[in-house]
């Protein structure tokens, strides 16, 4: 069993950089790949970034590819993601995911959600 807890979330302007973190309980959370995805109010949830158990592979939507990135630390049990250039566009309420494959996570399937962390950004 793992459990996720999203922060980081909050209002930012068009152009800033949020930082958003999903810590983990459990002492498996180095054998998941990890994840982040995004729900929009009234669109569906939706893949942003994945990265492997080891942490050197990594993948992201087009959309994000430049701005974000996502990593991270073992020892912390923690995932991260860094967000730059935000855009209007990029308002969610943001995911943490966790699951046994990154491939899983990259086409929507995944083992475990955190509740979930809203990021508004203003024009």
């Known amino acids: 069993q793992v459990q996720l807890v999203e922060s980081g979330g909050g209002l930012v302007q068009a152009g800033g950089s949020l930082r958003l973190s999903c810590a983990a309980s459990?002492?498996?959370?180095?054998?998941?790949?990890m994840g982040w995805f995004r729900q929009a109010p009234g669109k569906e949830r939706l893949f942003v970034a994945a990265?492997?158990?080891?942490?050197?592979?990594?993948y992201y939507t087009d959309s994000v590819k430049g701005r974000f990135t996502i990593s991270r630390d073992n020892a912390k049990n923690t995932v991260y993601l860094q967000m730059n250039s935000l855009k209007p566009e990029d308002t969610a309420v943001y995911y943490c995911?966790?699951?046994?494959?990154?491939?899983?996570?990259?086409?929507?399937?995944?083992?475990?959600w955190g509740q979930g962390t809203q990021v508004s950004v203003s024009s």
């Open positions: 995911a966790a699951a046994s494959i990154a491939h899983s996570l990259r086409v929507g399937v995944s083992e475990y």
């Open positions: 990265i492997n158990w080891s942490g050197d592979s990594t």
């Open positions: 459990g002492r498996t959370f180095s054998t998941y790949a």
